[in-house]
C-alpha cells in the first residue's frame, strides 16, 4: 500500500466534522493510513488528517514497546465516559512537534464498526482511552489546540506557527 500526506495545522479541513461512513469500500484506505501512521511513528491517524472527511480512524498504542495491536474504528461513538480528569502532553502528527497539555476522562465505553462491519461496544482506558478520544476529536474538527485555555492555545499555536515560516 502507500503512505498519505498528513494534513498539518491550521488547514482548514481538520476543523470540519466528518460525515458518517455509509456503504463504502474501505480496505484500501485503511491500509494506507496504518502505514501513514506506522511510517510517521504515530499511534492514531483519523481519516481527516489524510484528506478525507470520513468518521473513521486507525490506531495502535502498542506497537511501539511490543507486539501490535491494530485497531480501526468506523462511525465511532463515545457512549460513557469515566468523570475522573486526567492531564497528559498530546501530540499530533499534524501539529510535529508540538505537546500540548489536555485533560481528558481517564476511561471510555465506546461504540464503532469494525472494518469487517461488525458492530463492537467495549471499554478502555489509560493512554488507549486518551488516543480514542484524541482521534474522535479529528472527526469533529478538534485538534489539541481546543481542548486549551485561550491564553496558553495563543502562545503555543504562535510558536508552532513560527516553525512553519
Sequence with gaps: MAELAIL???DPRLSQRCAPVEN????DLIAD???TMYGAQG???AAPQVGVMKRLFVMDVTWKEGPPSPMVMINPSIMAVERVPVVMEEGCLSIPGVLVPVTRPVAVTVQWTAAEGDIHMADFD???AR????EFDHLNGMVTFDRI???ARARIEAEY?????
Design 24 to 27: 463504502e469500500r474501505l480496505d
Design 33 to 35: 493510513m496504518f502505514d
Design 149 to 151: 485555555d485561550a491564553v
Design 126 to 128: 489509560g493512554f488507549e
Design 8 to 10: 498539518q495545522w491550521p
Design 161 to 165: 506557527m513560527e516553525t512553519l515560516t
Design 131 to 134: 488516543c480514542i478520544q484524541h
Design 43 to 45: 499511534r492514531g491517524l
